[in-house]
């Protein structure tokens, strides 16, 4: 698994790259994510393991069926341990990142609704 996770980072999206360097500013305020992170027995996208929040970002592959369903149960068995579990696509980073950094700012309780 650690062998895929470090695949997985040295090949990232243009929207994990984009929204990687934003929540790489959020360590000033003391919020420390990981990128493709090892973590219940999956790889996660993003990992702010304090706040047990936990950031993906669907490709392609993510909007097949087999794809919706492995995502709809590792999303369960994450909430089931505590995790909050955040999803965008690629296009919603790409076309609103305020917007989903707002999500995150709010998931992690930085910013109120």
Not at 65 to 72: L, T
Request: glycine share 6%; net charge positive.
């Amino acid at each position: 698994m650690k062998y895929l996770a470090r695949h997985f980072r040295k090949n990232p999206t243009i929207a994990e790259k984009r929204l990687w360097l934003e929540l790489r500013k959020l360590r000033a305020e003391g919020y420390h994510f990981r990128r493709q992170a090892p973590l219940e027995g999956f790889i996660v996208d993003f990992a702010c393991l304090s706040q047990k929040l936990i950031i993906e970002v669907d490709g392609t592959q993510h909007f097949t069926a087999d794809g919706r369903v492995a995502d709809a149960n590792r999303d369960a068995h994450l909430r089931w341990r505590g995790h909050l579990v955040l999803r965008f696509t690629n296009s919603e980073i790409k076309d609103n990142l305020p917007g989903a950094m707002s999500s995150v700012l709010i998931a992690l309780g930085a910013i109120s609704e």
